[in-house]
């Protein structure tokens, strides 16, 4: 197995390879883990039975993951990865706004999944927390060197053994006595409903900024419908399984939530073993995608100031340096890991969604997909420095969903009124969209006619 040789740039069309089809393990195999089971129990956490619960993790997914799907089909097009292509939109220096903001993204669930791994790993082994974090990030930081083809292989034997071992769960969980009335319709609080949504949203959101990385590698003649649906229906099934596992084990185990790897793993009885290696192995994959989200991010980064070449060495120093910084958040939080999870997904969705609004708009309804890849790595280039259109209708979409959020830490007066539903997510879709939309279409049409005038008069 060789070490990736490419980084941010550009796959030319003789490098490319596999099919649309190989994207459904990669995103199946990417929820098949303990962390999205953890987050189906955030509903049931909020206060919502097990049907509103289960409703809410299907409604927030099928929402969610029409925008990740979105994305991966940028993939094969243009050939870069996620970020770097959203200096089309922001500038070559202004897309390290939400360069940093994603920085925050990948670091936030790099430490909660390892965290999650960790605390399985110590049940499993007579070892320490501690010790246990750092066994498994190293694994990470080894594994995230190779690069997209490994994580490729990685992702297919991790999709086919989550399959059958879930499938073996849920047969044992669905057996679980429940409290009478728990999938009973009943009343509905709408407002915990939405907030619920907003949640299980975010969790398809979250895949957004990195979700191309691993399209862009398939031949530029891969249909975009393919692209879309192998990735829609993979992370919508994977999502969706272990969501309702988990609102189902909360509802079923007392205490679920204080150690959930050893009390899905315990289930099994005298083969919890094969349980235990299960979660390690889904923990360690999706680390690997944080990890080499990151990675990407950072090269992204400094790119523009710092016309790096990414030998082995330099590859593997920064994979290092962002492993360290994972590795210390994951180490302070691991004292109040759901309260720090919860937070943190609130806290990601309030930056993402503008972000995602504004690309897919620009990507599918302005520019229908054609950009000047050679420009997105100059900083004279078309894209110029900084976009003040884009850069401002971000920045003035996140101040316009400050009065909708619901947070641990602020109520917004919209919330309040709303009895504390979180809608700030329509607001970060529709704001943005409208604020980037008709200036930037000026824009473009000013360009195209400037061009077309300074042709006429050659």
Sequence with gaps: MKVETRSIEYVPAEERHGKARDLFPIWFGANMHITTLVTGALPISLGLNLFWSVAAIIVGTLLGAIFMASHSAQGPKLGIPQMIQSRAQFGVIGAIFPLFLVMFVYLGFFASSGLLAAQTLSSLVPIDQTWSILILNILCFVVTIFGHDLIHKMQKVLSWSSFFIYLAATYIIFQLPISAGSWSPGSLDWPVFLLAVSIVATWQLAYAPYVADYSRYLPITTSTAQTFWYSYAGTFIGTVWMM???????????????????????????????????????????????????????????????????????????????????????????????????????????????????????????????????????????????????????????????????????????????????????????????????????????????????????
């Design 244 to 458: 309702t596992l988990g609102a189902t084990l909360t509802i079923a185990v007392p205490n679920f939530l204080d150690h959930s790897g050893g009390n899905l793993a315990h289930l099994f009885g005298r083969f919890a073993i094969i349980m235990y290696l299960i979660i390690i192995f889904g923990q360690l994959a999706i680390n690997v995608f944080n990890l080499y989200g990151a990675f990407m991010s950072t090269i992204t980064t400094i790119e523009p100031f710092w016309k790096l070449k990414v030998t082995p060495k330099v590859r593997i120093g920064m994979i290092f340096g962002v492993t360290v910084a994972g590795t210390i958040l994951c180490l302070l939080g691991k004292s109040d890991f759901l309260t720090f999870f919860l937070n943190f997904i609130f806290f990601i969705s309030y930056f993402l969604i503008p972000w995602t609004s504004i690309n897919l708009v620009d990507y599918y309804v302005l520019r229908h997909g054609n950009y000047n890849v050679k420009d997105i790595f100059d900083v004279n280039g078309q894209y110029g420095k900084i976009n003040w259109i884009t850069c401002i209708a971000f920045v003035v979409s996140i101040l316009a969903e400050i009065p909708f959020i619901n947070t641990s830490f602020y109520v917004g007066p919209v919330a309040k009124a709303f009895e504390g539903a979180d809608i700030a997510w329509l607001v970060g879709i529709v704001v943005p969209a409208a604020l980037y939309y008709f200036p930037m279409k000026r824009k473009l049409s000013k360009a195209e006619y400037m061009n077309e005038k300074q042709e006429t008069v050659i």
